[in-house]
């Protein structure tokens, strides 16, 4: 079968001439699979089938995984391996896409999503904070774990003074019904109004909002904060980002 694909993740070290890849693909989800001679250079396989390239893969499933039989490159995002932030950016979204997108079933709505994050932090028409939330909370929704940013859980309050995330419920509260809930986040009106933005707009706008960069930083800590919860664990890119931004 042929179908359109993100290289997510690539091992070289499987021979002197195939490419071990993962990629998260429009009908299959994610998939590993070989691609054999990938690693000479002169392959047409080779740029197709490289770390961030979205590309068209003609597939043939082996015993444990999947054989690329051809690759042709559509995009090759080439831009962000000029800029190690934005690099190790978009490894952690590969990361993350390869932890909780869907296996053996189509995966579109978390393919858009992931091209489009590429997309603008490529281009740098978005910042790299607001696109990292984005996805976040975004993918979150895609894989079942949508927050419920709503109402205030025990009140029905749209807002109030003070509106708490629980990051592990994924619910809020209001200052009226709670102090602070366990572990919880205390969300300024612009954070809560950008996280519902996300969460709730057609996809078409949900990269679509400004903010201060005060905000930015924010709505970046609280989407990865909800995250991590809801997950329960950790990813070693996101702690890479992390360094070079310190």
Request: glycine share 6%.
């Amino acid at each position: 079968m042929t179908t359109d694909a993100l290289i997510i993740r690539e091992n070289n070290n499987i021979g002197e001439a195939d490419r071990f890849v993962t990629a998260l693909t429009r009908e299959l989800g994610v998939i590993r699979a070989s691609a054999r001679g990938a690693q000479n250079p002169k392959s047409r396989n080779s740029s197709a089938t490289q770390l961030l390239s979205y590309s068209r893969l003609t597939l043939r499933r082996g015993r444990n995984k999947y054989i690329v039989e051809d690759a042709r490159p559509i995009s090759v995002f080439f831009a962000l391996r000029s800029d190690i932030v934005k690099l190790a950016l978009a490894q952690y979204f590969c990361e993350l896409a390869g932890v909780i997108a869907p296996q053996d079933e189509p995966a579109e709505d978390f393919l858009r999503l992931m091209l489009n994050a590429l997309h603008f932090l490529a281009e740098g028409s978005r910042d790299p904070r607001q696109i990292k939330g984005v996805l976040e909370l975004r993918m979150l929704g895609l894989a079942g774990f949508m927050p419920d940013l709503t109402m205030c859980r025990d009140c029905g309050a749209f807002e109030s003074e003070v509106m708490w995330l629980s990051p592990t419920e994924g619910s809020l509260v209001c200052g009226r019904c709670s102090h602070r809930p366990t572990n919880g986040y205390a969300l300024m009106p612009n954070v809560l109004a950008a996280m519902r933005h996300v969460t709730y707009s057609e996809f078409e706008k949900c990269f679509s909002f400004t903010m201060s960069d005060e905000g930015i930083t924010a709505f970046s800590n609280y989407t990865e904060a909800f995250l991590l919860a809801q997950l329960g664990r950790g990813f070693k890119t996101l702690d890479f980002y992390h360094t070079l931004k310190s």
